[in-house]
């Protein structure tokens, strides 16, 4: 009886507030990397029944054009990672899997939707079988989400921010595992923290340079804050820092001098007095020398030399002179991994986030690896800004809204006391009588000694009516 589900086929199944990703191996199996689908500790990359896979849901295919392998060879290349326990939910997980597979490079478009809209996905999730660190970066961002949804250049940041995401990986003769997995990640990332993302992969060196000219354009006119990642081969060639394209000839280097991009010249030095608030560079380009190997770094002197510019905070993967680890292929370098969940930290100024990044790295590395940090920025920036707290805003404008109720009283029964005031002003003048005038006597007395003497006489009457009390019978 014929299959009906093609052999190395993508299949996706429904898990309530995410979807579950495997590939097909015939014969009614499937291999997929568990994760957290069987509960709250993450499983192997492992081979199940297409029944256990669906776990009692439907499923689908998804269709993949210009795949770079047989179906067979899709298998092979699944089978090969069985017993993987390295599930990481924003480098590493089913759906990276499956498109490392297939397409031979790791991507998942649930973490970009993810990464751009955190709270989005969260309001989904029923119960607490969800990956930790997802919860730690939805409450993260819940400020960016809750308070001001969803983060964007010009509003919740109150800033431009605007980034240039660069990795660099095939290159012909010395290709490295994940700077395009670390490009996609760290573009996703800045794009949900409110940046305005340019992302490139692969650069030659005039795209590379034409790239570089167009970015400090904008940045020389942009009042806000301007970061630069790249991810691929560095070197340090008497003391100046050579960014690689991937079509630079890697005869000697004098040849690299001539084709490489100077970052320091092409780049940080134009922008020291740019009208950008601060400018950011991150570098993942602390690798060994490739004529010895597939890593990052061709060192004249090892490592990548220290930079400095005002107004600017350069980090680098590794410390001066030192080297950095790529890490297997289909996940992301251990500085990448950190740096993108420390961005999402609420309310943590930049220079400390990347002291949190190096605490990490050296942790995970046996101390082999030191991210290096050098700062001159001149303004507090935080990757994402502590949010108000919904409650205390929520009990603000409540209070805000009973003081104006009570001064609408106050002014109204101040209208109504003047208006008493008033009517009792008219009623007591109503009630006091007008005062008479005197009436004129009907014959006026007559002036001279006679009338003087009728005077007296009254006089003398009016003294003795009150000498003597009139009588009371």
């Known amino acids: 009886m014929t299959d009906p589900i093609p052999t190395g086929a993508h299949l996706v ?3 309530g507030w995410y979807q579950h990703h495997g590939i097909y191996a015939g014969d009614g199996h499937v291999v997929h990397y568990s994760g957290y ?5 993450t499983g192997p990359v492992e081979e199940v029944s297409l029944e256990q896979f669906c776990a009692g849901r439907d499923f689908a295919t998804r269709v993949h054009a210009g795949s770079r392998y047989t179906p067979t060879e899709i298998v092979e290349r699944a089978r090969s ?3 993987e326990q390295r599930y990481d939910l924003l480098a590493n997980n089913c759906e990276h899997f499956c498109e490392w597979a297939i397409m031979g490079q790791s991507s998942s478009v649930q973490v970009e939707r993810f990464l751009a809209s955190p709270l989005a996905l969260v309001r989904r999730i029923v119960g607490g079988a969800v990956l930790a660190s997802a919860l730690a970066l939805a409450a993260t961002a819940q400020g960016t989400e809750a308070a001001t949804p969803p983060p964007t250049a010009k509003g919740s940041v109150g800033e431009r921010r605007i980034a240039l995401v660069i990795g660099n990986a095939r290159y012909p003769t010395i290709p490295l595992n994940n700077p395009e997995n670390d490009a996609r990640v760290m573009g996703a990332t800045l794009r949900g923290l409110g940046f305005e993302v340019t ?3 692969n650069l030659p060196v005039r795209k590379f340079r034409q790239v570089l000219r167009d970015y400090v354009r ?3 006119n942009t009042d806000g804050v301007g970061l630069l990642y790249y991810a691929g081969h560095g070197v340090q060639i008497d003391g100046r820092n050579y960014l690689l394209p991937v079509d630079i000839n890697l005869r000697d280097e004098e040849e690299i001098k001539d084709e490489a991009i100077d970052i320091d010249d092409l780049f940080v030095s134009k922008l020291e007095h740019a009208k950008a608030r601060g400018l950011i560079v991150i570098l993942d380009a602390c690798r060994d020398n490739p004529f010895r ?4 770094n061709i060192q004249a002197a090892g490592g990548l030399a220290e930079m400095g510019a005002r107004g600017a905070l350069i980090a ?4 001066p002179g030192a080297t950095a680890e790529d890490g297997p292929e289909g996940s992301n370098g251990v500085f990448t991994r950190h740096l993108v969940r420390e961005m999402l930290e609420q309310g943590v100024e930049v220079e400390t986030m990347f002291k949190s990044v190096r605490v990490k790295v050296l942790r995970d590395t046996n101390k082999r690896q030191m991210p290096w940090v050098n700062s001159s920025l001149t303004a507090d920036f935080q990757f994402s800004p502590q949010a108000p707290d919904a409650r205390k805003e929520d009990l603000r404008q409540q209070e805000l809204k009973r003081l104006q109720e009570l001064l609408n009283r106050r002014d109204q029964q101040q209208r109504e006391l003047e208006a ?3 009517a009792l002003q008219r009623e007591r003048v109503a009630e006091v009588p007008r005062t008479k005038p005197a009436a004129r006597p009907a014959v006026e007395m007559a002036s001279g000694p006679k009338a003087e003497a009728e005077a007296a006489k009254k006089t003398e009457l009016q003294r003795c009516v009150w000498c003597f009390p009139a009588s009371t019978e």
């Open 199 to 201: 992302e490139h992969v």
């Open 293 to 296: 190997g597939k890593t990052r």
């Open 81 to 83: 990672r069985i017993g």
């Open 13 to 15: 199944t429904p898990r």
């Open 420 to 422: 008493q005031v008033k």
């Open 316 to 319: 680098y993967s590794a410390a």
């Open 37 to 41: 689908c069987h509960g709250l500790h």
């Open 218 to 220: 904008t940045l020389q």
